[in-house]
């Protein structure tokens, strides 16, 4: 006869061994997670990127963020200047592209004119490069507590821009995932449905 006792014991056993194999695969798959963020994109930066939002002089820039932070959107920053023919360029052309205004609407956008604004341009190196500074049109993509996710420059065009854009908010939502999975409760069947959801 079958000992029930025994079956059962084994049963245990076996989940439990099936939970740490899933624990160590979330592990991994978190940390490649956060590799690939960190190495993939035109430009990445660290955890002490984040913005100190006292010394911002504009207002209008830190009531995007606290929009952003209310509304859960990146931050999409762009340094230019009335005077700059590419800035002109991306602003008519690129800006203006039906395909991007609708993938703009999934950020908090500000325009920011570096000539207005040339203190919190150096801050954010969204100076011309005359001036010292990396070039404009600068476009810088912010989480919404601030650190820096990508950047870009120049009059892109509205195909390039869209991959970019969709990118940081393919790279946001991946670790918005990765952080929801880790919050639940690490139940056999509740662990087990959200790894199959993610794959």
Known sequence: MLDLRRLLEFCSKEETKMRLTHYKLLIISVFILLNYTAVSGQSTTDESSNIDFSKIKNQEIVKTFETARAYNKPVLLIFDATWCPYCKKFNEETLRDEKVVETLSNFEKLNIDVDQN??????????????????????????????????????????????????????????????????????????????????
């Open 118 to 199: 040339a203190a919190d341009a150096g801050f954010f190196d969204g100076k011309p490069a005359s001036l010292g500074g990396s070039g404009i049109p600068a476009i810088i993509i912010f989480t919404p507590e601030g650190k820096e996710l990508a950047r870009t420059k120049g009059a892109v065009e509205p195909k390039y821009f869209i991959s970019f854009l969709e990118k940081q908010l393919k790279k946001q939502k991946e670790a918005e995932a990765a952080v929801n999975l880790l919050s639940q409760r690490a139940t056999g069947d509740g662990l087990h449905t959200a790894l199959i959801t993610q794959k």
